[in-house]
């Protein structure tokens, strides 16, 4: 008997599917995200390294579904496609549209930190199936990290157009990234039943250890540890664009729901 | 040029040696070879978007992967063939830049397929099925092209091909297994691109550049030899999917081993191709605009940090 179907209390559960909608969330609507720079990104190359970085996501996001289908949420083609937005508990700024190149490189590299400091968080988590699946992830994402942290350097240090891009995105992006901390309504039992070590504040403040010295080192202003919550995903309240991103994801799969595609 | 280094060249071609970017040619096959591999990686790339506009709407997590991943090889096959084109091109200046922004001009054409619309998902799967099923038909006779680096980099696209075909043919067939409404929308892609890929390999009259080719062996196939080797290739496996073709003159003649079929309507795909005025020709040429022009700012940024990076270390 695995662990899944194994008697878990019922706070475990509902906190442990709650972290996994918040993840598999996440991967999705930033992989979707991704993969509309299919065929427009700023050159051929990027073009191809960005795809990787987007199949990977919807990947992740697969593995994650697959955990809660174990859990038994149901069908994991369901769980992605057929959650109204309400259900949703992905961090805001991950549905939010891609805007400029900039704009995607800062959000890629604020949401690659915060997410390899979550699974190296995880590699303490005492469900094994989420433990071994995030010791592969992590190897993956390593690199999602490193590619975004030298195009965001490079955009910076560039100087001209391009930091003016970055520094806008920077404004853009920072008061939608509160609910990125958000663990959602089972923060404390996550906590005390050993399933992620870290509170929310630490998660913040490990964040901003690591993006804080890339700012100086590209000389961009620190904007302040993000505070003010406008609305927090993690709690299923979003803004439009999720509801315009999962319109058109679910288009065909909504116009059979029994079909098989 | 000297008529024994010629000699020499054609005699290299006729023991089917393979000729290198460094090798001495003449102008004539160089020029040749430029044309028909940046047309060819111009294609892939343009290639990518009519399915492109699907990969947001593939319906479950593993359409949604492997949509993705097509597309990439797509762009992945037009970055490795620009490569090999560039090379060539070297003698003559030309670069990546110069042969993309050539799109733009009308300076260089793709394949008529790409011209046409995709309106359903039924079409991503027929894309896969047709298309990429007649591309590696063309593309495996290309193998044999006496351009050294244009035949090996074509190893390496057909392998891929024969995985974007059988993406397709899984697509093709859960339609083709599902409700009549899916069987209705399979059929109606399969009609809508058939009279495309009757164009698709050129007219059976091959135009003085590609019979040139086949002199020099960059092609080694006629256009028809490609043409029915695909029909006698895809009138069994759409029939068997219960689906029908748009044409009442496919017949297969044991006497020739060679079918009939209603040809397509040359001088319209041919304007279309020249002009680039087919249903879709222009909003995906802006794509590809948007992507170059409009992001140059970027690789502008990357040249500059470089150099900011490299004084720094």
């Known amino acids: ?49 960005f795809s990787s970085i987007s199949q990977d996501e919807v990947g992740h996001a697969t593995f994650y579904f697959e955990l809660l289908s174990e859990l038994g949420e149901g069908d994991p083609d369901k769980l992605a496609f057929a959650r109204t937005k309400e259900k949703r508990q992905n961090a805001r700024v991950l549905e939010r549209p891609n805007h400029d190149w900039a704009y995607t490189i800062a959000r890629g590299y604020f949401y690659d930190v915060f997410d390899h400091i979550r699974l190296q968080e995880l590699l303490q988590t005492n469900y094994t199936p989420l433990q071994k699946g995030v010791q592969k992830i992590l190897r993956e994402e390593r690199y999602h990290l ?21 520094e806008n995105a920077v404004i853009t992006i920072w008061p939608d990234l509160t609910d990125l901390f958000s663990l959602g309504r089972s923060n404390e039992i996550l906590r005390k039943e050993g399933i992620f ?38 709690l299923g309240v979003h803004t439009s664009d999720l509801q315009q991103l999962l319109d058109m994801m679910t288009e065909v799969y909504r116009s059979d729901l029994i079909a098989t595609w | 040029m000297s008529d024994v280094q010629l000699q020499i060249f054609m005699d290299r071609i006729q023991q089917g040696q393979k000729i290198e970017s460094t090798d001495w040619m003449p102008d004539d096959y160089r020029k040749l070879v430029i044309k028909q591999i940046h047309m060819h990686g111009i294609s892939e790339v343009m290639g990518a978007y009519p399915e492109k506009e ?78 990429d099923g007649g591309a590696i038909i063309t593309q ?56 495309s890929m009757m164009f698709f390999f050129g007219p059976p009259e091959m135009s003085s550049g590609a019979q040139r080719m086949m002199e020099y062996k960059i092609r080694t196939r006629t256009n028809e030899e490609l043409r029915q080797k695909f029909i006698n290739r895809y009138v069994p496996r759409v029939l068997s999917l219960g689906m029908t073709l ?21 001088e319209k795909f041919s304007y279309m191709v020249q002009h680039n005025s087919g249903p879709k020709s222009q909003a995906r040429i802006e794509l590809r605009r948007q992507a170059h022009e409009d992001q140059k700012w970027v690789r502008d940024a990357m040249i500059r940090a470089g150099q900011v990076i490299e004084a720094m270390a």
């Open chain 2, 140 to 195: 495996a006779s290309l193998l044999e092209s006496s351009y050294g680096p244009y035949a090996r980099v074509l190893q390496r696209i057909c392998a891929e091909e024969s995985f974007h075909m059988q993406h397709g043919e899984s697509v093709v067939l859960s339609l083709a297994e599902g409700t009549a409404e899916q069987r209705e929308m399979l059929q109606a892609a399969v009609t809508r691109w058939w009279p």
């Open chain 1, 146 to 166: 490193l590619h975004m942290e030298t195009w965001f350097e490079r955009l910076g240090v560039a100087k001209g157009e391009a930091k003016g891009r970055l």
């Open chain 2, 54 to 131: 699907w990969v947001p709407k593939a319906p479950n997590l593993r359409r949604k992967l492997a949509l993705i991943a097509k597309v990439q090889d797509e762009i992945g096959h037009g970055q490795l063939l620009l490569r090999v084109a560039e090379d060539a091109a070297k003698p003559f200046g030309k670069v990546r830049d110069d042969m993309i922004t050539d799109l733009f001009v009308n300076k260089v054409k793709f394949h008529n397929v790409f011209h046409m619309e995709a309106p359903t998902w039924a079409d991503a799967g027929i894309i896969g099925f047709l298309v």
């Open chain 1, 197 to 234: 070590p870290i509170s929310e504040s630490a998660l913040s403040d490990k964040w901003t250890q690591q993006v804080k010295p890339l700012f100086d080192r590209t000389e961009l202003m620190w904007p302040g540890t993000p505070h003010v919550m406008t609305g927090n995903g993690r």
């Open chain 2, 246 to 266: 748009p044409d009442n003159q496919l017949a297969y003649h044991a006497e020739t081993k060679l079918w009939t079929y209603t040809e397509p309507d040359w």
């Open chain 1, 1 to 49: 008997m695995n662990q899944a179907e194994q008697q878990l209390s019922n706070n475990y559960r509902t906190a442990l599917i709650d972290l996994l909608y918040q993840m598999a969330d996440d991967e999705l609507t930033i992989g979707h995200r991704s993969s509309e720079w299919l065929g427009i990104a700023p050159d051929l190359e990027e073009d191809i390294a």
